[in-house]
């Protein structure tokens, strides 16, 4: 009974202190990426386009929402690497249903639908088997990935006969906004107030920071752990379906590597890979800060190796600082 009324208590005045990080960071990155702005329309004059910033929208909303479910899977203290596996079998089982004469919304509810199933047998042996996140993802992953062999027969699907109305949702715009960026940011909104205001979001929170008090205090973590990696592959199949309607088409290997962009644009977002701490705002600037700089690099005519290099070393910065709050926090 003490522990029932005194969690909360605790909790509260841990998240103040590291709400006040968390806003620091954000600021930190806000900064980070106005002064790349500012370089950088010295630099390129394409930089600064509408075209170029269209561009970038659009490739970190539609990653940007596998990266939601990421930060919040995070928080609640696991990871997935399963994800780019996750978006490519949404996007091959929804295409080969296509080509079979389903109709494409269903097709693509069947996609997701399957993309949801990995996450429930993924979150079952973390919760009733008791392995990891991350060994329980690093199977999905390569399992996930036979599957879109299999399914596909290692050939690219060609879905250019998909009809205009479906198309719409990776191709379409609404007052010149692309509708991608549009669902991206009523996705935005929607998980950041469910964060702050929702009380099953915020039990993500009581579990990721401290399992055996949020057990004591009566929740069960196994539950939240489950429909958190759920939601996290269902998103990640979402992103699937977006991609096969812009690109007209689905292929076996898509995906490859998206789980590290992922991980890195929540981790620089200020998701804790100990969990108990993230935010949604962090994960957007974390993903458009990537984005933005791989647009960056290519206007500036670096190479991809380079760009890979450049990344790489944004993610141990990102890491490292991770690991320091870490050891602030249990100083």
């Known amino acids: 009974m003490t ?50 910033m269209k561009a970038m929208l659009l490739s970190f909303s539609i990653e940007g929402i596998v990266v939601i479910g990421m930060t919040i899977l995070l928080i609640v203290g696991g990871i997935d690497l399963s994800v780019g596996a996750v978006v490519c079998l949404s996007m091959v089982v929804a295409g080969q249903l296509f080509l079979s004469g389903m109709d494409p919304w269903l097709a693509s509810l069947a996609g997701i639908g399957a993309a949801a199933l ?80 929702a009380t099953l979001f915020r039990k993500v929170f009581y ?7 949020a057990a004591y205090s009566g929740i069960n973590i196994n539950r939240i752990k489950l429909w958190v990696t759920v939601l996290t592959s269902t998103l990640a199949g979402l992103a699937g379906i977006i991609y096969m309607a812009r690109l007209g088409s689905a292929t076996p290997t898509f995906g490859v590597g998206m ?3 992922v991980i890195a644009a929540a981790v620089i977002g200020g998701a804790s890979l100990k969990g108990g701490t993230g935010s949604i705002l962090g994960a ?19 190479s991809v190796y380079w760009q890979e290099l450049i990344k790489g070393l944004i993610l141990l910065a990102a890491v490292s600082i991770d690991h320091l ?6 100083a």
């Open 118 to 197: 990995v996450g429930l047998l993924m979150g079952l042996t973390v919760t009733k088997i008791g392995l990891s996140h991350f060994i329980a993802s690093l199977a999905a992953m390569v399992i996930v990935r036979g599957l879109c062999m299999i399914v596909t027969q290692g050939t690219p699907l060609s879905l250019f006969t998909l009809p205009v109305n479906f198309k719409f949702i990776g191709q379409g715009a609404i007052w010149g906004i692309p509708f991608v960026i549009v669902l991206f940011f009523v996705l935005v909104a929607l998980f950041d107030v469910l964060l702050r205001k």
């Open 259 to 261: 789980e590290l962009n």
């Open 3 to 52: 522990m029932n009324t005194t969690l909360p208590t605790l909790q509260k005045s841990r998240w103040s202190l590291f709400g006040g990080i968390h806003k620091q960071r954000e600021v930190g990155l806000i900064v980070i990426i106005a002064l790349i702005f500012v370089v950088m329309s010295f630099t390129s004059p394409y930089f600064l386009t509408w075209a170029n």
């Open 207 to 213: 579990t990721g920071s401290n399992e055996r008090a």
């Open 325 to 330: 709050l870490n050891k602030y926090r249990a």
């Open 284 to 302: 957007v600037l974390g993903v458009a800060l990537l984005s933005i700089v791989t647009s960056s690099l290519i206007l500036i005519n670096v």
